[in-house]
């Protein structure tokens, strides 16, 4: 009889994390999800009805000086009884200690452990070491300069923190694999970043509210990913650590293989709904936007291509499929909504219209909203 496989997700209550929570239970017996216990749209639906999964409510950030998955008794008592644990994913190391903690737990038990970083380590690092400009893997080397390196750490502490949780595992003996991901889109986004921009241009019509692009915005190209190939990727590089032993100890950068600059990213968003936005190209620096989150421009996804086979979606058809996907969102999901809502409502929507806006969103929120047709093509209004 075949020995349970096993796995261990750290979050799975996200986008990214619940996508790949399905993924998994296409080849292991058991996934142990760890998490707070927030669940996100319907990703307690989609996960928690399986019998394969189960669920551990802890907060691994609870007390800042102590290991808490150890005070968490049903994790513990769990792990007593699991000789061997096949695949450990983490999606909720947001800071170094939390890693150090996950190790302490597991014991050795753990064939390998899979953390998902971004590209924002290459934030806290020395300038690129390609005439591309592209940031390679290779490219994640802290300034030897303290006082430069504690610069950049107080500049992108999220960046200095990832790089520390990867330096972490570097440091043990755990098989591990590392993968780099730039600015992510895709159904069920928990940070609510392109809903909040889809539903501003669903509603431009009605309420033609001018979307501020910052001249800097209209420069720096970046690289996405899409949360479906996260989750592949994952089950892919499983597959083959079992055979291919000189993909692991390394880091991996994934995304499309085009970059956009935020202007080029709202006109393909704006294209797919069919739409006609009003843009201000004259926006001011501070203006409010919502991508990128880093400075330092695209990423080279050619390691992950040549060593672990990485294929990504095609950038039109996961363009579809979360424009789609958000178009019927706001019948669904009343409580994600709400948050989008709050956030133009926040940053955007001037006070003398908040009334009149909200209105408009409750009308949409009863009736659902669809994107317009897309027989004609988009036209782009800068101001």
Known sequence: MAQEKTAIVFGGNGFMGSET????????????????????????????????????????????????????????????????????????????????????????????????????????????????GLSKETDSVRPKDMEKRRMLARRDSYGDDKLSGEEVLEASNVPYLILRLP?????????????????????FTEFPLA?????????????????????STILNVTDLSRTKSEILNQS????????????????ELESEMGQN?????????????????????????????????????????????VVQFYSGAALKYPSELKDVVDNLLDHVVPDSKRDEFSKLVNRIASNGVESQSQESPAHHNEL
């Open 21 to 132: 929570v399905l993924s998994l239970l296409t080849q292991f017996d058991k996934v142990i999800v760890v998490n707070r216990g927030n669940w996100y749209y319907d990703s307690n639906l989609r996960i928690m009805q399986r019998k394969e999964v189960i669920h551990i409510k802890c907060d691994r950030f609870k007390h800042k000086n102590e290991n808490n998955l150890l005070k968490c008794e049903k994790f513990i008592k769990l792990l007593g009884s699991i000789t061997n644990i096949d695949l450990v994913v983490d999606f909720s190391a947001y800071k170094p200690k939390a890693i150090s903690d996950a190790l302490e737990v597991l014991k050795g038990k753990v064939h390998l452990y899979i953390y998902i970083s971004s590209d924002s380590v290459y934030e806290v690092c020395e300038g690129y070491n390609t005439a591309s």
């Open 183 to 203: 600015d992510v889109i895709g159904p069920r986004d928990t940070t609510h970043r392109w809903w909040t921009y889809q539903l501003w241009m669903q509603l």
């Open 211 to 231: 979307i501020p692009i910052p001249r800097s915005n209209q420069i720096l190209k970046t690289s996405y990913v899409y949360s479906k190939d996260v989750a």
């Open 252 to 267: 991996y950068n994934i995304g499309f293989e085009e970059g956009f600059t935020l202007k080029e990213l709202l006109y």
């Open 277 to 321: 936005i009003d843009y201000d190209l004259n926006a001011d620096e501070n203006a409010f936007t919502l991508f990128p989150s880093v400075s330092r421009g695209m990423v080279d996804i050619t390691k992950a291509k040549d060593m672990i086979g990485f294929v990504p979606t095609k950038w039109k058809q996961a363009l579809r499929e």
